[in-house]
């Protein structure tokens, strides 16, 4: 695949090219289009960050599954049904009111697809991907999250295939909250590090969308 | 290698932009969504591994790389892939029909396969019989190391001193791996002051990593 291949040779649109990809490799038996939509299915439908705020939320009313899951995310989490692909080393990093932990993968797109699916498109971006690392506050400004000059910024690049996630803080307000209601309050940017998690007045404002 | 992909702490690449949370759809267009499919599917034949993978997509012009979007550079990894393994041909890819039939004798994955091995995973680690050489609170600097080949060790911090925060236990080694070697290293989390990497600190910012022991000394 030379770099010019699309000035010289046709079909030079991508969707036309995929779609010329996928009946090659259908017609050579390379690869069975039930599988394909099936891989296609659970990662669209069936993974996403619904999982990771179960996780989140067990871990915030419930002391002995929290100490696990800091220990032995893996563990913890696969206790709860989320296991597999690209959430094989999972290791969770606690939000205090002096350290807040921000998730990046500089070198491609390394996210724990088991709790939180697939990541979104400006996890995938170059301006995240330079930036998280040498501005990590500005980043989060960009997301609307202002945090006091004396908080740590904690950034984790993931360059191998342990995966991070974040435990965001539990929102004051939400004490007598039960564990369904408080995974309302768990968003996927929470649980990167771009965002906290919502407080309870920013349900009744916001749509619910995190799937 | 120091590609276009090698992207920590480049400077010029703009605002991030996100899209509202709620609004995002998992794929933006049908074309995303079946390269996504295919490279998965391409993946369960078992001819390479994931730091394979990662390396079509890094050998490409740089500028190719930043230009393209992000399933963009899936297409162009996964279609390396095919060609490099002699799935299929230059011709096949151009005109989009089969010209040649497939010789080799692979296994493909049915509907039912595909849970399972999603589900199973491809877990990396492996029990070393060496102890690890790091403890977590050593002073360690990355070695340099411009190579051609894959590498998970970035620029960025390349002649960096930092200190270990965490032994992951053993792991694949992705520099070997790429080279179709099973090879186990001690992997890390190294942690930098944004001071050490960038030169000013007064963010109170810090950077953790993971870094295998081949790439790190002591400092």
Known sequence: ?211 | MQGGHDLGGKQGLGPIDPEPESEEPVFHSEWERRIFGITLAAGMLGQWNIDQSRFARERQHPADYLRNSYYENWYEGVCKLLLENGLISETELLNGTVSEPVVSELRVPSREDVEKILNSGGPTQMELESPPKFQPGDQVRVNRNYTNGHTRAPAYVQGCIGEIAMHHGGHVFPDANVKGQLQGEHLYAVRFSSKNLWGYGNDNSEVTIDLWEPYLAKA
């Open chain 1, 1 to 211: 695949m030379s770099h010019d291949h699309d000035h010289t040779e046709p079909p030079s649109d991508i969707a036309l090219r995929v779609k010329a990809l996928e009946s090659l490799l259908i017609e050579k038996g390379l690869v069975d289009p039930a599988a394909l939509d099936e891989i296609i299915d659970n990662y669209e439908h069936r993974v996403g960050p619904r999982n990771g705020a179960h996780v989140v939320a067990k871990a915030w009313v419930d002391q002995d599954f929290k100490q696990r899951l800091l220990e032995d995310a893996t563990g913890a989490v696969a206790s709860l049904g989320y296991s597999g692909r690209q959430g094989e080393h999972l290791q969770v990093v606690e939000n205090t009111p002096g350290l807040h932990n921000l998730v990046v993968c500089t070198l491609c797109s390394c996210y724990p697809w088991t709790v939180l699916g697939l990541p979104p498109a400006w996890y995938k971006s170059a301006p995240y991907r330079s930036r998280a690392v040498s501005e990590p506050r500005a980043v989060l400004e960009e997301f609307g999250t202002q945090l006091p000059q004396d908080v740590t910024i904690r950034v984790w690049d993931s360059t191998s295939e342990m995966r991070y996630l974040v435990l965001p803080i539990r929102p004051t307000g939400t004490e007598d909250w039960t564990e369904e209601q408080l995974q309302k309050l768990v968003t996927r940017n929470s649980m990167i590090g771009v965002e906290l998690a919502r407080v309870p007045g920013e349900l009744e404002s916001q749509p619910q969308g995190n799937n």
